[in-house]
């Protein structure tokens, strides 16, 4: 089967890994940047051009857009879609994702535990914000996937200096509240099975022994949680953050192309094996046209 992987370069750790898994499966797979992918709508059709050319025919494409790709490359995904070509992961569903309030408000509409969760604009609202959610401690990211790292608020000192430099960048940021918090897993999916589970931020729970990445055993009552959630964002493949809590599980973050750097190295060509997997089945159930 001929693979596209859409990636900004097959030198990224994950396309990487990709790559290799499925030329190891007797697979021709290649590397596209989005950012050499002309798009056109022509005799009322999408169509694309990359490097000034007409690209080679694709059975199944895997997205794996970084945050300066994001806004070209779903543009990309979208014509392709458009234009018939399977993607491992639909644009929508990606869109999504990407978002970190829209995907708690999503995950609300499919009756999933989320933490109270605010969108802060600017750094005047940003007290208010922590109120509303019932005071410190706080979770803070960026809105949008990629942009950063979390950021726990636990300190009125530590509130302070972040509402003077948090928003230099012009970024929203969204607050997650989460008291009585244990460990935070993270589980790998494909469909409804569960390929395996890492640890996140052990400092949830104070000094730990075990480090971020190392693969653990969740617990079933979290596989179903994350089934739920990877089922109803449309995805086919991708992560789900839980964070097991005093009063039960929660979902945080649901990633529909998760980076497979720093995890333990088991569950890592698990869920690489995985993804071309569940790529072939697509390309075999393509019609040609």
């Not at 491992?88 to 995950?107: C, G, Q, V, W």
């Not at 005093?246 to 979902?251: A, K, N, T």
Request: net charge positive; hydrophobic share 45%.
């Amino acid at each position: 089967m001929r693979f596209v992987i859409l990636s900004r370069s097959r030198f990224l750790y994950t396309t990487r890994r990709l790559v290799a898994e499925a030329k190891l499966r007797k697979h021709d797979v290649r590397v596209a940047s989005p950012h050499d992918c002309l798009l056109l709508v022509t005799g009322g059709q999408p169509r694309l051009l990359h490097k000034g050319k007409l690209p080679t025919s694709a059975d199944v494409l895997i997205p794996r857009l970084t945050p300066e790709d994001w806004d070209h490359g779903i543009s990309v995904l979208r014509a392709l879609e458009r234009m018939g070509v399977p993607v491992l992961n639909s644009s929508e569903s990606l869109a999504i994702t990407r978002d970190r309030f829209h995907t708690a408000m999503a995950l609300i509409g499919l009756g999933l535990p989320v933490p109270p969760t605010a969108l802060v604009p600017n750094a005047a609202s940003l007290p208010a914000a922590v109120e509303s959610l019932g005071g410190l401690t706080v979770q803070m990211r960026p809105c949008y996937q990629g942009a950063g790292r979390t950021l726990l608020l636990d300190q009125p000192a530590t509130l302070e200096t972040v509402t003077a430099m948090a928003w230099d960048h012009g970024a929203d940021f969204v607050l997650q509240r989460v008291t009585g918090a244990g460990r935070e897993l993270r589980l790998y999916m494909a469909a409804q099975e569960c390929l395996g589970a890492v640890l996140r931020r052990p400092q949830w729970s104070g000094p730990s022994s075990a480090r971020a990445g190392a693969a653990v055993e969740a617990p079933e009552p979290l596989k179903k949680l994350a089934a739920k959630a990877i089922a109803g964002l449309g995805l086919l493949v991708g992560s789900v953050d839980i964070i097991e809590t005093h009063s039960g599980p929660l979902v945080v973050e649901v990633d529909g192309m998760p980076n497979l750097r720093g995890i333990d190295k088991a569950v890592r060509e698990t869920v690489a094996t995985a993804m071309v997997k569940r790529a072939e089945t697509m390309g075999v159930a393509r019609i040609p046209v």
